[in-house]
C-alpha cells in the first residue's frame, strides 16, 4: 500500500513590529488548531536544531489549501464523529472572510 501522509500548512503574515515578521510569506507546519489561535512549528530561535509551536491568531495565518482542508476535515467529521478541526476551519473561515468550497460526503463503500 502506498499512503500519502498530508501535513496541513499555513502562511505567516504577522505585522511588520511583530517578534514573528522575519518569518511572513513562510509556509509551517500546522500543528493545531484551537478556537482562535493556530499553532505553528517554527525553527527554534535559540537551537536550529530544534523546532518549536507558536501560538498565532487566525488573523495571523493563512491556510494553504483551505478547500482540501476543509474537505479531508469534513470527511474526518462524517467517519468520526469525535472533535476536528472541520468546525474550527470553518470559524477561521468565517473570521478572515474567507470563502471556500461546501464540503461534499464521499463514501468509499
Known sequence: MNFKIRIMKAIVKVKSRSGYSQYNGRTFEVKEILSSVIALSLPSQLDIERMDT???????VIIVDIDDEIQREYEKDCWSG???????LLRY?????????IPT???PA
Not at 93 to 101: A, F, M, R, T, V
Open 93 to 101: 473561515c468565517e473570521l478572515n472572510k474567507i470563502s471556500y468550497q
Open 105 to 107: 460526503y464521499y463514501c
Open 82 to 88: 469525535r472533535e476536528n478541526n472541520y468546525q474550527k
Open 54 to 60: 507558536i501560538d498565532f491568531s487566525y488573523s495571523e
